[in-house]
């Protein structure tokens, strides 16, 4: 099962949307709403920002929006704030009953 | 609170054994799926494990099948991996997440880390 595919790096100025792509294939995202997103800050665990494609934790700023269209999904990040800087990266289930990821983002505040 | 706590970590030679504990606390841990992921230094995430709440049904990505071993004692609050036949390609830190369940529902995601344990494998 080989990574899913993100883009090394995106960057916005404050106030601006940034939108992270994520593409996999039939075996993963193109078959399951199993999609979920993680912000990572330098040498802090994970943390869940967005399941099942779009449904946010409690907690998560609304800024945070994800979407899927075929086997590509895509996190949202609106009014972009510093603290939002940080890694992100997507996972999915696929039709092996594992988990992928992918290969991470990082999201620079300009 | 939910807390995760990672422990077994350390340097190992190639083809060595270690066993990861990760202890929970603040939720029901029998009723939670539990999972191993990992990452190398400088590196993305890579999911490696999970288990099942109750029946301990487990799945693992196909590298570490039939080198490692993901268990639980639930009367211990607390998670495992064997990892035999050690090699560089496995060094990382080691993070145990709790599978994200809402009100029995399974969410197909980790919603609580602990802060991982650092395995070095290397002669």
């Known amino acids: 099962q080989s990574a899913l595919t993100q883009p090394p790096s995106v960057s916005g100025s404050p106030g601006q949307s940034v939108t992270i792509s994520c593409s996999g294939t039939?075996?993963?995202?193109?078959?399951?709403?199993?999609v979920s997103w993680y912000q990572q800050s330098p040498g802090t665990a994970p943390k869940l920002m967005i399941y099942?494609?779009?449904s946010r934790p409690s907690g998560v700023p609304d800024r945070f929006s994800g979407s899927k269209s075929g086997n590509t999904a895509s996190l949202t990040i609106s009014g972009l704030q510093a603290e939002d800087e940080a890694d992100y990266y997507c996972?999915?289930?696929?039709?092996?009953?594992?988990?992928?990821f992918g290969t991470g983002t990082k999201v620079t505040v300009l | 609170e939910v807390l995760l706590l990672e422990s077994g970590g350390g340097l190992v030679q190639p083809g060595g054994s270690l066993r990861l504990s990760c202890a929970a606390s603040?939720?029901?841990?029998?009723?939670?799926?539990m999972n191993w992921v990992r990452q190398a230094p400088g590196k993305g995430l890579e999911w490696v494990s999970f288990?099942?709440?109750?029946?301990?049904?487990?799945y693992s990505v196909d590298s570490v099948k039939g080198r490692f071993s993901i268990s639980r004692d639930n009367p211990k609050n607390t998670l495992y991996l064997q990892m035999n036949n050690l090699r560089a390609a496995d060094t990382a830190i080691y993070y145990c997440a709790r599978g994200y369940s809402v009100s029995g529902t399974y969410h197909f995601s980790f919603d609580s880390w602990g802060q991982g344990t650092l395995v070095t494998v290397s002669s």
């Open positions: 099942e494609v779009n």
């Open positions: 996972s999915s289930f696929t039709t092996s009953t594992t988990y992928v």
């Open positions: 288990i099942s709440a109750i029946t301990s049904n487990t």
């Open positions: 039939s075996d993963d995202i193109g078959t399951y709403n199993r």
């Open positions: 603040g939720f029901s841990f029998n009723n939670y799926a």
